[in-house]
């Protein structure tokens, strides 16, 4: 079992930046895994955001994301950041970490994650 916490949320004012950070506990099978970000905003469906690969570091971004959001794993492959620049209202949501064990390619699709976070919420002001 896999056991995922976000750290990081807050609240900013638009423009600003914020990281937020998800540690992993618990074992993953043999084989690459997956970390990454989904979120959901006030009165919308849960979306994908970013996801990282412990497979060469493969990243998938949602479309518009990339330009503003980085996803990064750290070398221990049990940490993801979630960099995130140039806040706006309309990223106001609860964060959420997912994991994804045998994951060679990250995907984008909310069922491939079996393993979610609690969630840590970003408010952004403007």
Not at 80 to 87: A, C, D, G, T, V
Not at 113 to 120: K, R
Request: aromatic fraction near 10%; include cysteine.
């Amino acid at each position: 079992q896999v056991q995922l916490v976000e750290s990081g949320g807050g609240s900013v004012q638009a423009g600003g930046s914020l990281t937020l950070s998800c540690t992993a506990s618990g074992n993953f099978n043999n084989g690459a895994h997956c970390l990454g970000w989904f979120r959901q905003r006030p009165g919308k469906e849960r979306e994908a955001v970013a996801i990282i690969s412990s497979w060469a570091a493969m990243r998938k971004y949602a479309t518009g994301m990339k330009a503003r959001f980085t996803v990064s794993l750290d070398n221990t492959e049990t940490i993801s950041w979630l960099q995130m620049n140039s806040l706006n209202p309309e990223d106001t949501a609860m964060y959420y970490c997912v994991a994804k064990e045998s994951c060679y390619n990250p995907r984008l699709d909310r069922g491939d994650y079996n393993f979610w976070g609690q969630g840590t919420q970003v408010t952004v002001s403007s």
